[in-house]
């Protein structure tokens, strides 16, 4: 059974940056592409950041791109978020998800990211 851990999460202030973590216990990590998703209070849960199972090709959501840093270490079996110039309206539950037989199908329990004013 495949499980995704994030950790990282917690307070911070305005202008701030967090580091998140998802390690994952994917026999084969690697072959796996990963994504970071996040859902607001009283929000949908919407797309953040995915990366390819190599690392070589990555995506972001426009509200994110020149923020946040997705990136990935296979030999660790973890994939990192890296935020930086938080501000209120990156609060939110930041999941980390892959994909094992179609679309996003795999989930992690969650992290809270609190970014005060």
């Known amino acids: 059974q495949v499980q995704l851990v994030e950790s990282g999460g917690g307070l911070v202030q305005a202008g701030g940056s967090l580091r998140l973590s998802c390690a994952a216990s994917?026999?084969?990590?690697?072959?796996?592409?990963m994504g970071w998703f996040r859902q607001p209070p009283g929000k949908e849960r919407e797309f953040v950041a995915a990366?390819?199972?190599?690392?070589?090709?990555?995506y972001y959501a426009d509200s994110v791109k020149g923020r946040f840093t997705i990136s990935r270490d296979n030999a660790k079996n973890t994939t990192y978020l890296h935020m930086n110039s938080l501000n209120p309206e990156d609060t939110a539950i930041y999941y980390c998800s892959t994909i094992i037989d179609s679309t996003w199908d795999t989930w992690g329990q969650g992290t809270q990211v609190t970014v005060s004013s």
């Open positions: 994917l026999r084969i990590f690697s072959s796996y592409p």
């Open positions: 990366i390819n199972w190599s690392g070589t090709k990555t």
